[in-house]
């Protein structure tokens, strides 16, 4: 009796755990079926350029309100003078749950100066992610 008890909370950790990440693999992989765009929509307050290679990002925070997204843009800017900030729409990047604007210090390049530029931005942002993204 205990064991079976145990064994269903391991499942359902597992399933926890594990649900999530495999939604987003099984989305990436419908995605890659669907054709991409021929061209995006952009308010003139924010740029979403493209990023054709995998890059280094620090992600600030996921915002299903665009104007929340441009509001912690704006912060970020201000807070890394000189650096390049902006806001991506997760639909656009693999690895990345659709539906969500996304605040974000970066792009760095994948090298050791590039992961020590995010390294160093994630240590003044905290709750924020380092994470590689790829244009769709």
Not at 36 to 54: E, G, W
Not at 56 to 70: G, Q
Not at 83 to 91: K, M
């Amino acid at each position: 009796m205990l064991r079976g008890f145990l064994l269903g909370v391991a499942v359902t950790m597992a399933l926890l755990y594990l649900g999530p990440r495999l939604w987003d693999y099984w989305q990436s992989d419908r995605a890659e079926a669907t054709p991409p765009p021929t061209r995006a929509t952009v308010a003139p307050t924010t740029t979403v350029a493209p990023m054709p290679a995998p890059k280094l990002i620090v992600r600030v925070a996921s915002e299903t309100d665009r104007a929340k997204a441009e509001r912690i843009e704006a912060r970020l800017k201000r807070r890394f003078p000189g650096q390049p900030v902006g806001v991506l729409r997760s639909d656009d990047y693999y690895g990345l749950r659709a539906g969500y604007w996304v605040p974000y210090v970066g792009p760095f390049s994948d090298t050791e100066e590039g992961r020590k530029a995010a390294q160093a931005a994630h240590a003044k942002v905290p709750g924020s992610i380092i994470g590689t993204i790829r244009h769709r």
